[in-house]
């Protein structure tokens, strides 16, 4: 009988420590990188991706599923720029930020406590999430356009025109 209590007594240990060493977010398995799904109408627009410091972080095309790292450092959350391009259309940048999770939150109230909140989660990540998995974009066709084709004409706003080329303009008359 002895036996059976100490076995009892070793495995309640076993759980507290276990429930002081570790924290909610971690627990839950948010740590480690996210999953961002990026889609463009029409598909197989060129996707950028940076983060804060400008490294590029990835180069393909639509659609696209990209993992990313939500943790820059200890309390600090990643921030990423997703750069969407395709000929013939307007560039669009959409800014995708990190913040802080519900589970390391709430859930280290009920689980982990000072040692969630203050070491593992900041540590692992798994605090932070994006703040969306998902960019579908519609691009809109440029209101400039483009000359493809040598030799063809196009209208074009004087406005648009790079300084550096107005000199080369030549006048046509308006007979």
């Known amino acids: 009988m002895k036996n059976r209590s100490l076995s009892v007594s070793k495995i309640l240990v076993s759980l507290l420590v276990l429930t002081i060493l570790v924290s909610c977010a971690t627990i839950v398995g948010k740590g480690g990188p996210e999953t961002l799904n990026v889609r463009s ?52 940048n959409i800014t995708i930020d990190t913040r802080v999770g519900g589970w390391y939150i709430g859930g280290n109230l009920l689980f982990g406590g000072l040692i969630g909140w203050l070491i593992v989660d900041p540590a692992t990540g798994a605090m932070w999430t994006l703040d969306t998995n998902e960019v579908n974009v519609t691009l809109e066709a440029s209101k400039h356009g483009s000359l493809k084709e040598p030799g063809k004409a196009g209208i074009v706003l004087l406005q648009d025109v790079p300084l550096s080329l107005r000199d080369k303009m030549v006048k046509v008359s308006q007979e």
Request: avoid cysteine.
């Open 41 to 92: 109408a029409p598909d197989q627009a060129n996707v950028a991706i940076t983060d804060e410091s400008g490294t590029k972080i990835f180069e393909g095309k639509t659609p696209t599923v990209v993992s990313l790292e939500k943790k820059k450092g200890y309390f600090s959350g990643k921030k990423y720029n997703v750069k969407i391009s395709l000929t013939d259309y307007a560039e669009q």
